[in-house]
């Protein structure tokens, strides 16, 4: 597999830290409120899961909280102790025991917020991986039903993009952004409430700069935004030229162009360098500006706080938790800041999701008719197909193939062979007329049996990762050894299969790079031939191989075709003449038919075409 990626979207991981969120530009759904509604219906069947989620997030959060507040009490009751001894307080002494109980509570309260903070990770994780398992199932079983047109107008890249990193980010975000969302919510209605009981004054200091960090945060993140959006497309220009030169590097040494490629990576990494210094650059300043102002925040608790201890208004120990919870209050801030911009990807990811699963599908008719012993008669009447609209490429086709006829279409490149042969496996629908096999309409014959009756060898191989024994036998679902071995000698495979080190247990790799092009296609015609199917397709099917080994495939498919009717595309004309009947093809029409002989004496488009290319072959020899 092969399949480029074109997508600039930035592949990675989630980084729920401060200033992530706030620099990086997302991308933003089209319609959030609907996306966003369509996605909580996965997760409405899980709502007991969610609730106790919940729970656990408020619990956990609680006892976290309610530390400070009791470690104050330690060290106030340790500060009078020393303040009596210090002042010579006969008798004056710090109460340990008093300050021991205080940390055993606290440990009893960290372990129990570690607890339910456990469980609501081990809960969540169950219920995002289950929320993805039914993503994937359901877009697994879309691909198998999206027409042929579906695949044409975009890339595998594209797709695949959809179905790997969409789906990732929407379990990420599941996972960890959710359970830390509400984490982040709880702890700062949580800690306001907490410095509230210890002193409303020393409240309203904290709260007074906040606003001014999220005014710092919005100003530099505008500014650095524009870098990281120059970041992302140059690292997608960068991406694209390295994997250009890396599937063509015997093009760019055949041509010597090796230092215009190493100049045009240079340039496009200093560019990258300039955008991404910049980007790193502001975005960093984010941070020392907040921990500046925060800063600003302590000196201000602890001058307000230390008056407030001199006129015995609050404790001592209440000036630490507050400092404590000063410092939980900024953190929770700056993580909703992230989450929500990840939240806001998330959404978008989910929209591309949700855009597969809604694409139109191929319909199996109600009244579907099961097709058995097919003799493979099969009748094209007033046919009709069209690309796009207004641009009708196939019209009025008529067509009648007895059983077991051979009939090879001909015609120059986009004359519509190919077209009429995915038309003949239903891989696109008809807009008029119909087709037959055996007087029965293929739009009421399921996909299923349809393709069961074909058989298909392509100008374009597909193999698969795994041994050569496994992609023959995807021929057919539980051949036996006996009929692997019979497939591969009759299509000419079996003598280089055993020169091979593993022989039938060879494993091919993931590009198939490890055996030739000419190999490839002889395992190809050995596993429509193990499939024993009614009709044959061969498209182009010895375009890619020796003349030899052109005639071992020959002689394979006159067996093969024997008996079955077949259809066969092919520029080579000599590998046609004796065909039962010749369509010649041009601008989606059948102008000429008949034999070789027939259209010969007829000395029309056929007889031009097969004298040219017999023309060159002489040249050539």
Known sequence: ?????????????????????????????????????????????????????????????????????????????????MMLKFQGVSGAQVDFNYIADILIILIGIYLISSVFMYIQQYIMAGV????????REQINKKLTRLPLKYYDTRTNGETLS???????????????????????????????????????LLTLICLVTLPLSFIVTILVAKRSQRYFKDQQKTLGGLNGHVEEMFTGH??????????????????????????????????????????????LSYVLICVVGGVLVTKRTIEIGDIQAFIQYARQFGQPISQIASITNIIQSTIASAERVFEVLDEDEIVNNESLQMVEHTKGHVVFEEVE???????????????????????????????????????????????????TIDGIDISKISHEDLRNIFGMVLQDTWLFSGTIRENIAYGRIGA???????????????????TLPDGYDTVINEEASNISYGQKQLLTIARAILSNPAILILDEATSSVDTRTEIYIQQAMDVLMEGRTSFVIAHRLSTIRDADLILVMREGKVIEQGTHDELMKQGKFYSDLYNSQFAQNAVAI
């Open 250 to 295: 015997q093009i760019v040494r055949a041509y010597g162009r090796e230092k215009l490629s190493i100049n045009k990576f240079k340039k496009i990494n200093e560019d990258l360098f300039n955008s991404g210094w910049k980007a790193q650059f502001i975005s960093g300043v984010i941070m020392p500006l907040i921990f500046f102002i925060n800063n």
């Open 1 to 81: 597999m092969n399949d480029k990626n074109k997508s600039n979207r930035p592949v990675g991981g989630h980084g729920f830290g401060p200033g992530r969120g706030m620099g990086m530009p997302v991308e933003r759904a089209k319609n959030f409120k609907g996306t966003f509604n369509r996605l909580l219906t996965y997760l409405k069947p899980l709502k007991v899961k969610l609730l106790l989620v919940f729970l656990c997030a408020v619990l956990g959060t609680i006892f976290s909280i309610v530390s400070p507040k009791i470690l104050g009490k330690a060290i106030t009751k340790l500060f009078e102790g």
């Open 128 to 135: 995002a991986q289950n929320i993805v398992y039914a993503l």
């Open 385 to 435: 197909f069209s690309y796009k609209e207004n641009e009708t490429l196939i019209k009025n086709m008529n067509l009648d193939v007895a059983p077991g006829q051979t009939v090879a279409i001909v015609g120059p490149t986009g004359a519509g062979k190919t077209t009429l042969v995915n038309l003949l496996m239903r891989f696109y629908e008809l807009n008029g007329g119909k087709i």
């Open 162 to 200: 959809r179905v790997t990193n969409d789906i990732d980010n929407i379990s990420n975000t599941l996972q960890q952004g959710i359970t830390q969302l509400l984490t982040s919510v709880i702890t700062i209605v949580g800690v306001i409430i907490m410095m509230l009981t210890i002193s409303p």
């Open 480 to 498: 036996t050894e006996a009929e692997i071995l019979n497939a591969s000698k009759a299509a000419f495979a079996d003598q280089f299969i055993r």
